[in-house]
């Protein structure tokens, strides 16, 4: 009987052990999963845009969707939200953390203290002008009154040419109502975004361009573990055929 109350407690003492060392492997939590606040000013299309029932769309946005996707089926563990905000304001709310993320159309400028993503669309400043416009190439367009969007690369360029009286302004709706209306005599945008406008008839874009740029992710400086993960999506989606597919549904 000794033996046995003996070997009982034994076998006892061994299944708390087992269970013991089970209960605390079971304990171990996975990370935790983090929110991801993207800043967006949907005012640009085809880059940024709204829908009739005010929901983002635009080629940003479906590659944003597109890159969180991806990470999360390849080993990162994020949600993520968009915030519309105005164009200006969104480097200014990633480096005081109310963004974590900036996808909007960004062109590289060395002013702008933020971390740039590797990049994902070549791009381009140049000229809109109203169709019936006697302006032919971007060289008349000193001492002309031009028209911007506040904050961009497109308001820097604006701010070189010669003689040129700028005007600024944050929202991009606004400023090619501007132009149409003969307030302006030209607007500097990007590209893609001007041939948008020119598609849509009523514009024509000047002969040159007033500066060659590639659009980047933007997040704050030492956000090197979050860019990492951006960075290996992007790679992901221009290998992939929805960038292509993106691309030409967006016209870009």
Known sequence: MFSKKVFKAGLAAIMALSLGACSSSSSAKPAE?????????????PYDDLNADGSITGFDYEMGEWLFTWMNENGYNYDHEWKQMSFDTIISAIQADQVDLGISGFTY???RKVLFSEPYHESAEVALVNADSEMTTIDD????????QLGTTGESCANEIEGADVQAIEDMGICMESLKGGAYDAVILDRPV????????GYKVL???????QNFVIAKEGSDELMKAVNEAIKAFLNSPDCAALKEKYGL
């Open 33 to 45: 999963k983090q929110t991801i606040l993207i800043g967006i000013s949907p005012d640009y299309p």
């Open 109 to 111: 400028d060395s002013e």
């Open 141 to 148: 367009l000193k001492g002309k009154t031009i028209g911007a």
């Open 194 to 201: 001007a041939e948008n406008y020119v598609n849509a008839g």
């Open 207 to 213: 002969e040159g361009t007033l500066l060659d740029e």
